[in-house]
């Protein structure tokens, strides 16, 4: 460790260029439990599912966690440039991970255009990650409209008033919009009085990797990747191959 290494404080208050541009904050060790192959799920289906529920029981129990179905999704744009953003994994079956987004959404345009895609849920407190590639599918309107019965009064509302990614002149003309929504449908606890708005939309990951890794001391981590070696779903145990990766 050399002079203004001992801690942020310390990286934050040198002066000069070679200091300023070096985030350095403080190390932790990542003191997982890891993964290993005996432990392994038999499909990526599986394995995920168990980590999602430990990151749902870490977020209920431990609370050190907030929205452990977050997850960043990347798609690239006309020039292939790469954009990402965080959603909420609000499907996820044996057809992969999926979210809803609105037609009018960038992410939509770019999917349109290019329906590589990749996914990556972190639970930092758990040292663990997984990583999600494939291809985008759209997800049918009927399991659009279930889930969004499940979705609250004001949020609904907000949908209405939302032309996701689309530029808008001030918060105030946003809050205009909800207004005229919400006194189109005022919240009466009637279910379905809200109707599925028309640029309501949603897409899962075919997914064609599925990487899970586990942080471990002195960053000798674990990485194990289930690769697609045939025909199936990520619930297909012979539709995949494990392999290793260093970390
Ligand atoms: C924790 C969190 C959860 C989010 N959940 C969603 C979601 O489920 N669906 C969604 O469309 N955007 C969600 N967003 C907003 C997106 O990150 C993003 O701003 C939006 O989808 C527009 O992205 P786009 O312009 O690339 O299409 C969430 C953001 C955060 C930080």
């Known amino acids: 460790m050399g002079p203004g290494w001992a801690s942020a404080t310390d990286a934050y208050v040198m002066e000069g260029p070679a ?22 799920a038999p499909t990526p289906y599986l394995q995920a599912r168990g980590w999602v529920a430990d990151a749902e029981a870490r977020a209920r129990d431990v609370g050190d966690l907030p929205e452990p179905t977050a997850m960043a999704v990347a798609t690239v744009d006309a020039d292939l440039v790469p954009d990402v953003r965080v959603v909420l994994m609000r499907f996820f079956d044996e057809r992969g991970p999926g979210f809803v987004s609105s037609t009018t959404a960038t992410k939509a345009a770019q999917i349109a255009a290019h329906d590589g895609i990749a996914a990556v849920m972190t639970w930092v407190p758990l040292f663990r990650a997984i990583r999600f590639r494939g291809h985008a599918e759209p997800v049918a309107a009927g399991e659009l409209a279930a889930y969004w019965e499940s979705r609250p009064w004001g949020a609904r509302i907000s949908a209405w008033a939302s032309a996701q990614s689309q530029p808008v002149a001030s918060r105030a003309a946003l809050e205009s ?33 599925v990487e899970f890794w586990a942080g471990r001391v002195d960053r000798l981590h674990d990485r194990l990747r289930f690769v697609r070696a045939g025909v199936g779903t990520l619930d297909d145990a012979g539709a995949w191959r494990v392999e290793r990766l260093q970390p």
Do not use: K, Q
Not at 19 to 40: F, P, Q
Not at 184 to 200: A, L, N, Q, S
């Open 19 to 40: 200091y300023a541009r070096i985030m350095v904050t403080e190390r932790i060790d990542y003191t997982g439990v890891g993964l290993d192959e005996a432990s392994l």
């Open 177 to 209: 919009a909800y207004a005229t929504y919400a006194a189109r449908w005022p919240e009466r606890g009637i279910r379905g009085e809200v109707p599925v708005p028309d640029d309501w939309a949603g897409w899962r990951i075919r997914c064609d990797s």
